[in-house]
Structures are given as C-alpha cells and as structure tokens.
C-alpha cells in the first residue's frame, strides 16, 4: 500500500490516498504505521477519499486507532494533496470531515506550483456545554474549576468540531504536560474525552502552545486546538481578532471576530513516500 508522510507544523500523520487504495481495517492500520519505533512514526492516520460534490474527504485516525472527527493540521495536508494531485491550480476546495463540511483556500504556491500555506474555514466554535460535549449543563462552560493530581485548574472548554479544554498556565515549557494532560484527558466531566490545550499569553496578539491530544499523547501542532485557543481567548478578552500562536512545531495564524467561523492559515509540507507492505 502506496502513503504519503506530510505534517502540518510538525502534527505529522501518514496519508493514504483511498481514492486509489481503499483501506479495510484503519483502526490496526493506524496503530501499526503509527508507532515511532516499529512503524513509519505519526501522530496516526489520514484516508484521502472521493465524497460525492466535494473535493475530497479526511478520514482521521489516532495513533491508538481511536477515530476523530477533526484535524486543522491534518485537514490542510488533505488540501496540499487533493490540490496537488486532483485539482491542480484549484484555489479553493471543498472537504468532508467528520465534523462536517470544511472549505480550504490555497494562500500560496511553490515554483513547481504545490501548494505550501492554506487557510482553513474551521467553522463556528460551540460553547454549549452539554455539545461539545461535556457533562455541565450550562450555555457556556468558560472559567471553571477541575481537581486532577491534587491541584485545582481553572479551564474553559469549546468544541471545534472535537472536544477542547484550554487551561491558562505563567511557563509553558515548564508545566508538566505529560503528567495532567492524560488526566484531564479521561476526566469523566469529559464523556468523549477531550483534547488539552496549555496556554501561555505573550501579549492580546500572541500566545505559546501545548496541546496534549486524546488517543495521541502531547503532539508538536494542533489545529483544532489552536482554533479553540483563539476562539476561548477572544471569549474571554483576553486576546483580539488575529492571534500568532507558538506550537513546538511552528506557528499557526487565527482570525476570529467573536462571530462566525474561526479561519486558520498554516503550511502542509510532504515529507516522503513509501510503501506500506502487508502483514503476513
């Protein structure tokens, strides 16, 4: 089976055009490819697949072989590829997610003409408790308290088509990130699980990052992620409109206006190719 390794500021997953190879079992597929040692090394799996009136549609998988509805980094990796190899020259694609519709605009293009800096519609965040969800009942879920390790975070929560928790912490690098994120994680205030973003506010214009994903561990981007720390932040006014945010693996820009969809701009970049062989 033919793949493609392509990250998205460092949130690297392996790809599978199933428009050519139509994948039987992505839940093992996704657990084999994505180890760091035995497999190719990803933060888990992406089918590429035909979707009737659309470009295309993301399929994702976690590394643990868990699904998800979403991906920012993943989905504009979806985009380069489509755009690269179906719809050449295209400037705005239209893709199915399991979050529902999404809309790509290809903002620049190298000399060969791939495309290198998307911009992502990521749609509307959704602050209602109970949909994003979590178990509090409550038109928003914003400020908050939750006990985990013997301390006491104050968290806010919202739903870019997958579940976030935004906690605000004075040093990023050095809060522990292995130790709460996995416990925040599979909180039981959280029936889905959730994804756990730590963040340090440089200024109303810029903030440092650290997400730990459900079904991935601490990861180097996370899209969806950002847009909810772009979407929490302006909620709450601690940051404005366009927001620069720092991940581990390069930075993302987020315009949000308090109405609407949150817009994400960042690179796709292809690693490298290979093949997967078939299990005995």
Not at 14 to 32: H, I, K, Q, S, T
Not at 202 to 228: D, K, P
Request: overall charge negative.
């Amino acid at each position: 089976m033919q793949f493609v390794k392509m990250h998205g500021t460092g949130n690297d997953y392996v790809y599978v055009d199933a428009f050519r190879e139509p994948v039987e079992n992505p839940v093992e597929l996704a657990r084999r490819v994505s180890h760091r040692h035995y497999g190719v090394g990803s933060d888990g799996l992406i089918l590429i697949k035909p979707y009737p009136d659309a470009d295309g549609e993301m399929d994702m998988y976690n590394a643990d072989g868990s699904s998800s509805e979403m991906c920012g980094n993943g989905i504009r990796c979806v985009a380069k590829y489509v755009h690269d190899t179906y719809a050449r020259g295209k400037d705005e694609l239209k893709l199915m997610t399991g979050a529902g519709w999404r809309t790509a605009r290809i903002v620049s293009r190298d000399a060969a003409g791939n495309a290198e800096l998307i911009q992502i519609d990521m749609g509307a965040p959704i602050f209602e408790g109970l949909k994003i969800p979590t178990i509090i009942d409550a038109p928003e879920v914003l400020k908050q308290k939750i006990e985990v390790a013997g301390r006491t975070f104050e968290f806010s929560s919202v739903s870019m088509g997958n579940p976030h928790c935004v906690i605000y912490v004075d040093d990023v690098a050095e809060f522990p990130v292995a130790e709460i994120g996995p416990r925040i994680e599979n909180h039981p205030w959280f029936p889905r699980r959730v994804n756990v973003e730590f963040v340090q506010i440089l200024s109303r214009n810029e903030v440092i990052q650290r997400t730990w994903e459900r079904g991935a561990g601490e990861t180097w981007a996370c899209g969806t992620g950002a847009s909810a720390v772009a979407a929490i932040g302006r909620r709450l006014g601690l940051t404005d409109d366009r927001l620069t945010i720092h991940l581990t693996g390069g930075d993302l820009l987020l315009e949000y206006d308090g109405k609407g969809s949150v817009r994400m701009t960042g690179n796709a970049v292809e690693v490298f190719r290979g093949e997967i062989p078939t299990p005995a």
